[in-house]
């Protein structure tokens, strides 16, 4: 039995490194102000399609930090990553997260505001 501090033992599958999202394309140019509305769409519905406020609270504070304070987010938050990219992560109760690749990062044809 560890403490509230101990890390996950490596037999139940070691804590996974998250990383950046592979480089991706939006089906149409978009500003940034386009994708930075889709973002809070899909973060203030997110909630709705189940799973635990926490833990999509978590997700987009990670999902919008570097990949250090996001891996430190995640692994304080219980989060269990599925795909290092955090495209498909759990919670401790297995409730899945599905995180659009627009939510990670920007598409490579993103039409930066003049």
């Given at each position: 039995?560890?403490?509230?501090?101990?890390?996950?033992?490596?037999?139940d599958?070691?804590?996974?490194?998250?990383?950046?999202?592979k480089?991706?394309?939006?089906?149409?140019?978009?500003?940034?102000?386009?994708?930075?509305q889709?973002?809070?769409?899909?973060?203030?519905?997110?909630?709705?399609?189940?799973?635990?406020?926490?833990?999509?609270?978590?997700?987009?504070?990670?999902a919008?930090?570097?990949?250090?304070l996001?891996?430190?987010?995640?692994?304080?938050?219980?989060?269990?990553v599925?795909?290092?990219?955090?495209t498909?992560?759990?919670?401790?109760?297995?409730?899945?997260?599905?995180?659009?690749?627009?939510?990670?990062?920007?598409?490579t044809?993103?039409?930066?505001?003049?």
């Amino acid at each position: 039995m560890g403490c509230a501090g101990s890390s996950r033992s490596k037999e139940d599958g070691a804590v996974k490194k998250i990383r950046k999202p592979k480089p991706w394309k939006h089906p149409q140019p978009i500003t940034k102000s386009q994708l930075t509305q889709l973002r809070d769409e899909f973060w203030d519905t997110a909630p709705h399609y189940g799973g635990r406020k926490e833990i999509w609270d978590a997700l987009r504070a990670a999902a919008e930090a570097d990949l250090t304070l996001a891996q430190a987010i995640v692994d304080s938050a219980g989060v269990i990553v599925q795909s290092a990219d955090l495209t498909i992560c759990y919670d401790e109760r297995g409730a899945k997260y599905e995180l659009p690749k627009y939510v990670l990062t920007e598409p490579t044809n993103l039409i930066r505001d003049s």
